[in-house]
């Protein structure tokens, strides 16, 4: 085993079901990527309570790491069938989560969070909290939501961009450990101009032509990993909508972070949210300067 594949999945845990899910992924990917797996919770302070002394606030302090290490212990026994306990390791750590999260991604494979949560997680990923850590994350992250069993293909987005590059080496990557097909997405539409002009492309060259640029896309990787299937998929439309629909029967979907045309803006933008609330199987988010290989 080499030294990549040491660096941990760290999984942030809050006691919630929708970390359990995203414990019991990440479990399952560890084992079949040989690396350990790091279960952190985040006890925040207490705010200052008026009228209250040190010992109240100590008491408080001492309540909420306590609490913290229940859902370690939670954890640890939810991935106990999945990694011997050597492989597990665990920490109670201070602060706010998303920075908890990114101090942790710095030596990790992968981070992995419910798309869900409670206490400090909660708001994870629907507010600044959630954009600060995908925003700052130095590997890739992933949100387990929908069947964290999902054994279908890895679908990529791909737009030719630095992004969907990352994510597509991190889709192969993540196929490959799986034992399963890749499935690499376009969806395209008409750029923007006026409609008199717009009657006047010619829809069929221009579907072609986006079918031959994803094709070179993957052929390298085709000649690489002999053993994963690879399929590619152009369609006419959302980004966003075309990858929700395939992760009806995907595995995993991934998308690089920031991408070109539809996919423009995706940390901060419709899609990623589109598809961190409503795909139907985990997601990965893939930086190019972060894509250090994670998932399964």
Known sequence: MNDANESPEVVGVDGSESALKAV???????????????????????PPLADAGPQVWAELRAAT?????????AAVAAVAPLLPPERVGTAVRDGRPAAVLADESRHAAAVVVGN??????????LGSTGV??????????????????????????????????????????????????LVAVRAWGEPAMDPAVAVLLDT?????????????????????YPDVPVTTHVTHG??????????AEAGMVVVGARGRGGLAGLVLGSV???????????VAVVRPE???RVAG
């Open 116 to 125: 869900r949560g409670r206490g400090g997680f909660r708001g994870l990923l």
């Open 24 to 46: 019991r992924w990440a479990a399952r990917d560890a084992a079949a990527a040989g690396r350990p797996l790091h279960l952190v919770a985040v006890a925040t302070d207490p």
């Open 204 to 224: 069929v060259e221009l579907r072609r032509a986006q079918a031959e640029e994803l094709e070179q896309a993957v052929a390298a990787l085709r000649e690489k």
């Open 290 to 292: 972060a894509s250090r």
């Open 238 to 247: 959302s980004p966003a909508t075309a990858l929700k629909e395939a992760s």
């Open 132 to 181: 600060a850590l995908t925003a700052s994350a130095h590997c890739p992250l992933v949100v387990v939501r929908g069947n964290e069993a999902a054994d279908g293909p890895v679908v990529v987005g791909v737009d030719g961009s630095d992004g969907s590059e990352a994510a597509l080496a991190f889709a192969v990557e993540a196929a490959a450990q799986r034992r399963t097909a």
């Open 65 to 73: 790491v306590a609490a913290a290490e229940d859902h370690l212990r």
């Open 272 to 282: 990623a949210q589109s598809l961190v609330h409503h795909a139907a199987c985990p």
